[in-house]
């Protein structure tokens, strides 16, 4: 189940209107459209079976998603980095699918880091993590997000914010945090949003629904990632898109240079409708491919 989900009738009975932005928010926005707002719609994961024929070529096999995948999408979530560090030279290989695309890849931390250390005599491992993502090419390589644990409490902020401080300036970097104390104090919240605001690192936007504080409509730097959690194919999935779809366009005509947008739904089986649906708000002039006839791909 995913983060936040909850049962069908609480789902129904949840007030899912998106909260007016920030007050920070107009020190990252400058007021006028970006020339190229980028605009990065994925999953996270290469594929699912069901897929296949709905959005995937059939046949399409399992060991072909990731082959296929950047053909239809132009981000992915990249979880497999939050179980391993994998060499550079894999890296390298699931980044040649997309060469001469527009795709980035958005790694999350090794959960050795994010979960289990404290960010205590984490450098050698936060570098064997930052040279493997390195692999991908300047080109793929989008935000690495940091994802913290629900038990992950403002109590311990210095230790996070002082690892914060020694990653590289070269790379984009996100946190996402879940413990409620984030943001359920005024001055926890605002010395986190000044914090990585100083630091030039974004603060994930989760969209789910049983955690309504989380969905903090603060930018810390003109960019943005949202990770979008629904129930599948139900009504509240798509007026919660069109709702995201409104604020997206007003933060693009006032400054917001990209936006990374991350599909979770419960049944992977919706993600090929629920995908459709934010291109067709966000990217109406870039064609999704349709599934080639039988045997079209081999």
Request: proline share 8%.
């Amino acid at each position: 189940m995913k983060f936040g989900t909850v049962p069908l009738d609480v789902l129904e009975r949840t007030r899912f209107t998106l909260p007016p932005d920030a007050s920070c928010n107009g020190r990252v926005l400058c007021g006028h459209t970006a020339k190229q707002p980028g605009i990065f719609i994925g999953a996270s994961s290469w594929g699912d079976k069901s897929w296949v024929g709905s959005l995937y070529p059939s046949p399409t096999p399992a060991s072909r998603f990731r082959q296929v995948y950047p053909h239809h999408f132009n981000a992915i979530e990249l979880n497999a980095t939050h179980y391993a560090i994998y060499d550079p030279d894999t890296m390298t290989s699931w980044a040649l699918p997309a060469k001469g695309r527009d795709f980035r890849f958005c790694p999350k931390f090794p959960q050795r880091i994010s979960h289990y250390s404290g960010f205590r005599d984490v450098g050698h491992i936060t570098e064997e993590f930052i040279q493997s993502v390195r692999a991908l090419g300047k080109e793929h390589i989008g935000p690495l997000f940091l994802q913290l644990g629900e038990s992950y409490s403002p109590s311990r902020r210095k230790e996070l914010y002082d690892y914060l401080s020694l990653l590289p300036s070269d790379l984009p970097f996100f946190l996402e945090v879940r413990h409620p104390d984030w943001f359920g104090h005024d001055r926890e919240r605002s010395q986190l949003l000044d914090t990585l605001h100083a630091l030039s690192i974004g603060l994930v936007l989760t969209d789910t629904p049983g955690r309504r504080d989380l969905v903090h409509m603060a930018l810390t730097i003109p960019k943005v990632m949202i990770r979008f959690v629904c129930h599948q194919l139900h009504p509240t999935s798509f007026s919660r898109s069109d709702e995201w779809g409104i604020r997206l366009k007003d933060w693009f005509n006032r400054g917001l240079e990209e936006a990374y947008v991350f599909i979770h739904p419960n049944d992977e089986s919706a993600l090929p409708t629920l995908y459709r649906h934010w291109h067709h708000m966000l990217r109406p002039d870039q064609m999704l491919h349709s599934p080639p006839v039988q045997g079209g791909l081999f």
